[in-house]
């Protein structure tokens, strides 16, 4: 069915006049045609946000609560319609389209009843203090193509609880959906509210340098983060990086397998590896190692099969572009290369039966060396290694790279015992007996590499205003 998507600019469709099409992950068939922003789209979604905020700033926080309630309803009655686009792509099954966008709901709900309060800083005989918030201006959210509306939505209600107005810019592999609730959600907001614009890096880039931005949201790769804080460094804006992880999963003699097969199964293959925080690297204490291996790869091999048809009910996919496969598919080749032991999975040629779409069967990789750049660095697709341990010390110490920081796990019947590791995990969130899951309401961010600030949570909302503080004379 052939779709049509606009840039959103003042609440007005705007078509262009130089177009892209995505690619379907699964059959590698061309998606819809998607209106390029211009210069000049750019330049009134600029003005039309900074005239838009002045009133939008006043607003009450029961006004935007009830719109933010209104932007959940459009996910909720077009449901179908944006996980079916979602569905082409990214090449997520339905069940983890379903996923995204219930999530998205999600945001949209719990961020509407979590708004930030004034609190008293502090009390005496003379003197109080109260902070207050306000919004900071225009945001800039920049966004990744592994979760396409989570990932988004999370920026976009953050910022429009706050007082702020929004320009969101998708990856330029997932436009489609996010375009799409924009579109869908016209006449919620003031026009110039909520505004999204697609292109690539040069989009991006023009937020970044933009005078009239005042902060930039990103999610994404550790390189381009770098740019992105460069460049907002001449305006000052405020910024925060989602960046990439390469989550250690460590699992104790002790652990319970029955529960930790299957969450570190899921864990690193869930959307076939393409999450922030999947478990990258296993850990497995050498007691345990062999019976460990034997049943996550009797596990993988029946729970996370490549299926073409996209509706069944799978958490795995294909590589969600091909740039991406590229990048996967030389990781898994220059494993077998170097001679490493594959256990399940290493096609990456003629992987379905007609040899289309982008897809690589989960992969597990037996104690490769631990300098080796499967391990040292982040994979973001489903190969996963699973190495030997003995020592505590050194497990942490493997487990903390200088490099990244954002999510870990610990495997352990004993809670006492996985939290005092957790503890000394250096890493932005650490599940205990499960795969890593952010939570709505707690903050999430990554320490080194992995992020700069973080968002989520009431703590999140907190990057999305400036803190003013009155001071009372009693
Ligand atoms: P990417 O860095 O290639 O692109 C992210 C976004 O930045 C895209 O919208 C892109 O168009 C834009 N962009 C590219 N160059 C730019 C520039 N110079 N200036 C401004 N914007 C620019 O990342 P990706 O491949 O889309 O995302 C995958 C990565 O994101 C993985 O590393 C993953 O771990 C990470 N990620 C992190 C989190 C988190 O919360 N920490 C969540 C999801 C994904």
Excluded at 290 to 296: C, I, K, N, Q
Excluded at 444 to 450: H, P, R, V
Aim: overall charge negative.
């Amino acid at each position: 069915m052939e779709l049509k998507f606009y840039n959103i600019v003042n609440d007005e469709l705007r078509e262009s006049s130089e177009n892209h099409r995505g690619i379907d992950p699964r059959t590698e068939e061309e998606l819809w045609p998607c209106p390029i922003a211009s210069d000049k789209d750019f330049e009134d979604a600029v003005a039309a946000a900074q005239k838009a905020f002045k009133t939008w700033s006043k607003s009450t926080v029961a006004e935007r609560q009830a719109a933010l309630v209104k932007l959940g309803d459009v996910l909720k009655e077009h449901a179908e319609e944006l996980a079916s686009i979602l569905m082409r792509e990214s090449g997520k099954s339905k069940l983890m389209s379903d996923i995204d966008v219930q999530t998205s709901i999600t945001h949209c709900i719990w961020y509407s009843q979590n708004p930030l309060e004034d609190n008293v800083q502090y009390e005496d005989d003379t003197t109080k203090i109260i902070a207050t918030h306000e919004p900071l201006g225009v945001v800039g959210a920049i966004c990744p193509w592994n979760f396409p509306l989570i990932l988004s939505s999370v920026k976009i209600v953050s910022a429009l609880i706050t007082g702020n107005c929004v320009i969101v810019k998708p990856s330029p592999f997932t436009p489609y959906a996010v375009m799409k609730w924009v579109e869908l959600s016209r006449g919620i907001f003031p026009p110039g509210v909520f505004q999204v614009l697609n292109g690539g890096a040069d989009v991006g880039a023009k937020l970044c340098t933009h005078p009239g931005i005042a902060k930039i949201t990103f999610t994404g790769t550790i390189a381009t983060g770098k740019k992105v804080l460069a460049a907002c460094a001449g305006t000052l804006k405020r910024v925060t990086l989602e960046l990439a992880g390469n989550d250690a999963c460590i699992v104790c003699p002790d652990a319970d397998l029955d529960v930790a097969v299957p969450s570190v199964a899921s864990g690193a293959f869930f959307n076939a590896g393409q999450v922030c925080v999947a478990s990258k690297r296993i850990y497995v204490h050498e007691s345990i190692y062999d019976e460990f291996l034997s049943r996550l790869v009797a596990e993988v091999e029946k729970s996370y099969t490549i299926q073409a048809d996209g509706h069944a009910f799978s958490l795995f996919g294909p590589v969600s572009n091909k740039l991406q496969y590229g990048i996967v598919k030389r990781i898994i080749d220059d494993c077998k290369a170097k001679g490493y032991e594959i256990v399940t999975g290493g096609q990456t040629a003629q992987v379905t039966a007609d040899g289309k779409g982008f897809w690589l069967p989960p992969t597990i990789v037996k104690n490769p060396p631990e300098e080796c750049e499967l391990v040292q660095e982040e994979q973001f697709g489903p190969v996963l290694p699973v190495l030997e341990w003995s020592d505590e010390d050194d497990v942490v110490a493997r487990a903390n790279l200088a490099n990244a920081g954002l999510g870990a796990s610990v495997y352990s019947r004993d809670l006492a015992n996985a939290e005092r590791i957790a503890r000394r995990l250096e890493a932005g969130g650490i599940w205990i007996n499960q795969s890593e899951r952010p939570h709505h309401a707690a903050y999430f961010g990554g320490m080194k590499d992995s992020g700069f600030g973080g968002e989520m949570g009431k703590q999140g909302l907190l990057s999305y205003v400036y803190t003013k503080c009155l001071y009372f004379k009693k």
